[in-house]
């Protein structure tokens, strides 16, 4: 796999951003750029769906506020290229919608998966914490 197409610190940036918007003070998130074989393998055996997806994340239950939130996000950069050529935005972009995106699922944020997705809730959260970093 190639190497990610946006920084480490930018990442940071991001689930930092997304985590402050939501006053969550203490997180344990990892991300991970994973490739095709990976992130089909996760869809399938976690979520029970075939086939490619851009981001996957998974959130351990908070058992309190003095428990820190945990959680990972998958993310599959040959995906997100081809997201961004359809959508016409640059990669970084694209990364850095997933970066947020999968955070707020690991907050507890959900969406539909229709037409509708991209006026819900969590996809408005979303593009003003993107953009608060712009």
Not at 40 to 56: A, C, E, K, P, Y
Not at 95 to 109: E, K, Q, W
Request: proline share 3%; net charge positive; with cysteine.
């Amino acid at each position: 796999m190639r190497r990610p197409a946006i920084s480490a610190g930018r990442v940071r940036e991001l689930v930092n951003a997304t985590l402050d918007a939501e006053r969550v003070r203490d997180a344990l998130v990892s991300v991970a750029f994973v490739g095709t074989d990976a992130i089909s393998r996760l869809n399938r055996d976690f979520l029970g769906h075939t086939g490619l997806t851009d981001v996957i994340s998974f959130g351990l239950a908070r058992q309190g506020s003095s428990v820190p939130l945990i959680g990972d996000i998958y993310i599959c950069q040959r995906v997100a290229a081809r997201n961004a050529k359809a959508f016409a935005v640059p990669l970084r972009e694209e990364l850095a919608r997933l970066v947020v995106h999968g955070t707020l699922h690991i907050l507890g944020y959900d969406h539909p998966d229709d037409a509708a997705r991209t006026s819900g809730v969590m996809w408005k959260k979303q593009e003003r914490i993107l953009d608060s970093l712009r």
